[in-house]
């Protein structure tokens, strides 16, 4: 078990460790698309791939949100139900 919440705690302290260069190459990684899909908007211009590319970006947006969230948050919940000693064995 102490072996278990051990091996939890060294992913979390890396987790914790890489999380921010996760989340700047996300965010270099949207202006780079951003910034090409302008540039490609702008040569070619029609009104329906404009509104495509505010929907692509809307969808962007809330995928790096969701990655965000979505797995950090369930690992550390249950970091802290191991570390609380709620797990209980029958």
């Not at 992913?11 to 190459?25: A, F, G, P, R, Y």
């Not at 270099?28 to 029609?46: F, K, V, W, Y």
Request: proline fraction near 1%; avoid cysteine; charged fraction near 25%.
């Amino acid at each position: 078990m102490n072996e278990t919440i051990k091996m939890i705690s060294a992913i979390e302290s890396q987790m914790n460790k890489h999380w921010s260069t996760v989340l700047d190459s996300l965010k270099e990684l949207n202006e780079s698309i951003s910034a090409n899909l302008d540039s490609l908007l702008t040569g070619i211009n029609p009104k329906g791939l404009r509104e495509t590319s505010k929907s692509l970006k809307e969808i962007m947006d809330t995928m790096n949100k969701s990655v965000q969230t979505m797995s950090l948050e369930k690992v550390m919940s249950e970091l802290k139900v191991l570390k609380s000693g709620g797990v209980t064995y029958v």
